[in-house]
Nanobody
Framework: QVQLVESGGGMAQAGGSLTLSCAASGSISSIDTMGWYRQPPGKQRELIAS???????NYQDSVKGRFAISRDSAKNTVYLQMNSLKPEDTAVYYCNAHYAWGLDAWGQGTLVTVSS
């Protein structure tokens, strides 16, 4: 099983930037996809960005052009660079590791609050 630890959340003003990090340890060699999800207050958790083992990325339309997912394989870390933040980006952000056989692992979540 993989352990995921997020960091980098906090407060930002609209138009500002934050970078989230997700450090993975444990059984990481069989991870198929790493993703960032978010759960706004009172809403369901949603996938906003993912990066596959081959390097391909996908983004939710609401964050395209503003957010970028990347990884540093040497550090076993996945990042989410968030630019041009909006108040509607306020949410708890979760890191996810998805294995090819269907297992999912989650980090503890980190809160991002964007003020107008």
């Amino acid at each position: 099983q993989v352990q995921l630890v997020e960091s980098g959340g906090g407060m930002a003003q609209a138009g500002g930037s934050l970078t989230l990090s997700c450090a993975a340890s444990g059984s990481i060699s069989s991870i198929d996809t790493m993703g960032w999800y978010r759960q706004p207050p009172g809403k369901q958790r949603e996938l906003i960005a993912s990066i596959r083992s081959g390097g391909g990325t996908n983004y939710q339309d609401s964050v395209k052009g503003r957010f970028a997912i990347s990884r540093d394989s040497a550090k076993n870390t996945v990042y989410l660079q968030m630019n041009s933040l909006k108040p509607e980006d306020t949410a708890v952000y979760y890191c996810n590791a998805h294995y090819a056989w269907g297992l999912d692992a989650w980090g503890q979540g980190t809160l991002v609050t964007v003020s107008s």
